[in-house]
Antibody
Framework: QVQLQESGPGLVKPSETLSLTCTISGGSMRNHYWSWIRQAPGKGLEWIGYIYHSGSTRYDPSLKSRVSMSVDTARNQFSLKLSSVTAADTAAYYC????????????????WGQGTMVTVSS | QSALTQPASVSGSPGQSITISCTGTTSDVGTYDYVSWYQRHPGMAPKLIIYDVTERPSGVSNRFSGSKSGNAASLTISGLQAEDEADYYCSSYAGSTSFVIFGGGTKLTVL
C-alpha cells in the first residue's frame, strides 16, 4: 500500500521560504504526477502544483512566481518551496498522487498524506 | 471564497439518503466530466470516493454515487451509516490554466 508522508518546519517567518518534503513508501514514483495541495484555516482546498517523476512541473498561476518543486526518485521524495511567505500562506499542506486508471491519468488524487500544518508568523 | 460552491453542512439519519451539491461554472464543472469527490475524517488523509463524475475507485462502497447536470455536480450517499460522518469535498478540472479546483467542503452529520 502506497503511503505519503509530509515533513518540514511547522513555523516559518514572514518573507522567508517554506520548504516541505513528501516521502513515498510502498510504491514507485514512476509514471505518476505528484501534487502539493493546501488548505488554509476555514477555507477550501487549493491545488499548488505538480511534478512528474521526470521532473517536469506545472504550477497554479496565482502562486507560480513563488513556487518551485523538485523530485528525487532515488529517495522516493518530492519537495515544495514557497518563497516570500505571508500569513496568507498559513495552511495545512498535503502531498498527493494523481490517479492513473486503465493507463490514463485522471484529474483526481487517489493517495494523500496526512498533511502538515505550517504557520507563518514572526 | 472557494472556486466551487458546496453547502457548509448537511445531515441525515441512519438508513436515509443524502445529496451534497457542488456548483461550478461553464469553465469547469459545466464543460469537463472530471468531477471528483473526497471524504475526510478528522485527522485523516482525504479519501477519493468518486472520480470522472460517476466512477468509484476500487474498494469504495456502492452507497456512494455521483452525477452531474449542467454546471452542478452531486454526491449521493444512500443507506447512511454513522461512519459516513465526515467532511466531503468536490473538485473539478478547470482547463489548462487553473488545472484542478476544489469546493469549500461540506460537513455531513449523521443524526
Amino acid at each position: 500500500q502506497v503511503q505519503l508522508q509530509e515533513s518540514g518546519p511547522g513555523l516559518v517567518k514572514p518573507s522567508e521560504t517554506l520548504s516541505l518534503t513528501c516521502t513515498i513508501s510502498g510504491g514507485s514514483m514512476r509514471n505518476h504526477y505528484w501534487s502539493w495541495i493546501r488548505q488554509a484555516p476555514g477555507k477550501g482546498l487549493e491545488w499548488i502544483g505538480y511534478i512528474y517523476h521526470s521532473g517536469s512541473t506545472r504550477y497554479d498561476p496565482s502562486l507560480k512566481s513563488r513556487v518551485s518543486m523538485s523530485v528525487d526518485t532515488a529517495r522516493n521524495q518530492f519537495s515544495l518551496k514557497l518563497s516570500s511567505v505571508t500569513a496568507a500562506d498559513t495552511a495545512a499542506y498535503y502531498c498527493a498522487r494523481q490517479l492513473v486508471a486503465a493507463d490514463v491519468v485522471v484529474f483526481a488524487f487517489d493517495m494523500w498524506g496526512q498533511g502538515t500544518m505550517v504557520t507563518v508568523s514572526s | 471564497q472557494s472556486a466551487l460552491t458546496q453547502p457548509a453542512s448537511v445531515s441525515g439519519s441512519p438508513g436515509q439518503s443524502i445529496t451534497i451539491s457542488c456548483t461550478g461554472t461553464t469553465s469547469d464543472v459545466g464543460t469537463y466530466d472530471y468531477v471528483s469527490w473526497y471524504q475526510r475524517h478528522p485527522g485523516m488523509a482525504p479519501k477519493l470516493i468518486i472520480y470522472d463524475v460517476t466512477e468509484r475507485p476500487s474498494g469504495v462502497s456502492n452507497r456512494f454515487s455521483g452525477s452531474k447536470s449542467g454546471n452542478a455536480a452531486s454526491l449521493t450517499i444512500s443507506g447512511l451509516q454513522a461512519e459516513d460522518e465526515a467532511d466531503y469535498y468536490c473538485s473539478s478540472y478547470a482547463g489548462s490554466t487553473s488545472f484542478v479546483i476544489f469546493g469549500g467542503g461540506t460537513k455531513l452529520t449523521v443524526l
